[in-house]
């Protein structure tokens, strides 16, 4: 190899890692996938430290993606509503959303009803362009749902610390010799 072409290498191969690093598709885990009574979610984690959430009901599907962090501050919250005691003469609605990443419009909605001291459990995802739809949940489901966002969470986090690049573990500094050296 010539001389300008060796001390081309190191830049040209962290180039080249970091074009591949931003155009890598993150890796993808499957955590969670719920048959519920009036559809369906399937939970998968990401490496990039997203959650990504796909939800059927009876007739439409959407599917949407989460930061890990705001995943779990969702999953923390709403298992206290989920787990909450019931009063006889309260009548109430209380409802924890989790918006979509984008900030869109997209969310996911659980909606715990309480009537004559009974709870009952509502999931609404809206869409996009402001429709979406809704289905009812039995209450051992909307917890099994807080839980699996939850897990998706923190799998999420997990996948990122995993996937977080080292000298090593990247090929294009490895063959280019190494991490990059200060320059004096």
């Known amino acids: 190899m010539s001389r300008g072409l060796r001390r081309l290498a ?4 962290l ?48 599917q949407l993606t989460f930061l890990a962090a705001d995943a779990q501050r969702w999953a923390d919250s709403t298992t206290r509503l989920v787990h909450e005691a019931t009063r006889r003469t309260a009548s109430a609605d209380r409802r924890s959303a989790l918006e979509d990443e984008a900030q869109d419009g997209a969310a996911f909605t659980l909606i715990r009803s309480v009537t004559n001291g009974e709870a009952t459990y509502r999931v609404f995802v809206a869409n996009r362009s402001y ?3 809704v289905f009812e949940l039995a209450p051992g489901e909307a917890q099994a749902v807080v839980a699996a966002i939850g897990r998706g969470a923190r799998t999420a986090v997990d996948l990122a610390r ?3 690049l080292s000298p090593a573990a990247d090929p294009a500094l490895a063959i280019a010799g190494g991490a990059p050296q200060a320059s004096p």
């Open 10 to 13: 190191l830049p040209l191969a």
């Open 131 to 133: 429709g979406g739809f």
């Open 15 to 62: 180039a080249s890692s970091l074009c591949a690093r931003a155009q890598a598709t993150p890796n993808t885990r499957p955590v969670a996938t719920l048959s519920l009574s009036a559809g369906a979610m399937i939970v998968n984690a990401r490496s990039d430290g997203r959650v990504e959430l796909a939800v059927a009901g009876r007739d439409s599907t959407l």
């Open 162 to 164: 995993e996937s977080s």
